[in-house]
């Protein structure tokens, strides 16, 4: 990112522009920002791969094994069931495959609020309903369907298909969870509904996180595909990684299957609590923390995810307003309560072009600004513009670090996600980074919508292919 003087709106504002750059400069995440993060990551993998628990013990990166050994082949044929729960909704997904090809059909299924806040029992009675129900639909003619479980909360991986939930995110407070095992949460509820009672016999197979179900999809689609990303409400990624890169592999995980590569599901939301990422944070950042749901966690998520965006514009709008420097005569009280500007506002804004103002403008009128000056606008449009440039490059870093690891001419990475789909910028500030910071590997950024869900049912063909037979 060029310095802020030397960008284009600061320099046309009519006024103030002193008092602007110094309240702004810390947005800037520049070539220094840039190294040292990857210098930091790297330190922080080598800690999460060591055989020393008490070196991964000084971590926040989860950096898990998903026992995901091999990607599709092309050779896969069956129908198999995926299942993807990561939030206030879940979806049920059947994919028949013929010698790799694969038709979808998905139905999706709201959670009450009751549900989210209840027991885990109860949450996983209401998903077993549902099964049954959409068994029924879909009426299935095999009498035993493999299922893979897309989980989409933080858990410690055992095997394919057993964890234990680490803890609940977006939304879900359940009263218990952490520590219990969600794949047989799923088979105790199958049990309770009466297993004779399904149209058709379900196996639940493999549990994974929605970064990986987003990863099987993309390259269902795209055989370069090795990363994928969710960026969106919060965000993750999952790499194809070496066994030779994990010096903890042969301690940890070492079995007799002969592929030297496996899916890492890196759970990078956390990256950062153990403050290795201090030197970045600015004072929005720092704000911010103070007041969410989960002040000094999730401290990576909060540099750039949509859950965060649009409060640490409002957090630099306000301190502009204080400096005298925005909407001098025309104060907001909707622009002073915390989380009001989301990142839809942001994405809106990001949306007019260096001509329009039209979504800027509507967007003030919705916090009682009617006339704002062109500085105003200005300098609301450059607010919304430099935060999530700055959030594009974060997570666009922590991809170069995943490509040096891949280490391969061609790299796809799936991405899915309501940030990454509707930002209009996002895209492309990612791609300008890593094409820049990782020259040597042609990449290529792709949607994968929903692809989590469909994840969930190729990773069960991908076990049902490796067993013996």
Known sequence: MEPLGNRQRIQALSAHREQVVEA???????????RRMIETFEQQIQLANSPDEMQRQQTDL???????????DGTENGTYLGMDLGGTNFRLVRVDLRDGEATTATRY????KGLLVGPSSELFDYIAVCLKSFLKEEKFANKLLPLGFTFSFPSQQMSLKHSTISTWTKGVTCTDGPGLDSAVLLEEAIARLGVETLPAGVEVVARISDSTGTLLAGNLL???CKIGLILGTGSNAAFVEYTHNIEKWDACYKDDDPSDVVVINCEFGAFGDNGCLDFMKTEFVKELDTHSNHPGSFTFEKQFSGL???????????????AGCLFADQPSSLLEERWSFTTAHVTAIESDSQETSTNTKSVLAEFEILHPTADDVSLVQEVCELTSTRGAY????????????INLPEVTIAVDGSLYEHHPK?????????STWCPQTKTTLRLVKDGSGQGGALVAAIREKTLPH
Do not use: C, P
């Open 24 to 34: 702004l400069t810390q947005i800037i995440f520049d070539g220094g920002h840039i």
């Open 308 to 322: 965060y965006l649009g409060e640490l514009v409002r957090l630099a709008l306000i301190k502009l307003v204080r």
């Open 426 to 434: 996002y895209h492309n500030n990612m791609v300008k980074l890593i």
């Open 62 to 72: 989860f950096w898990e094994n998903t026992f995901v050994r091999r990607l599709l």
């Open 394 to 405: 974060i997570v666009a870093t922590a991809m170069v670090v995943l490509l040096n690891h």
């Open 109 to 112: 299924y709201s959670l009450g």
């Open 222 to 224: 795209d055989k370069n």
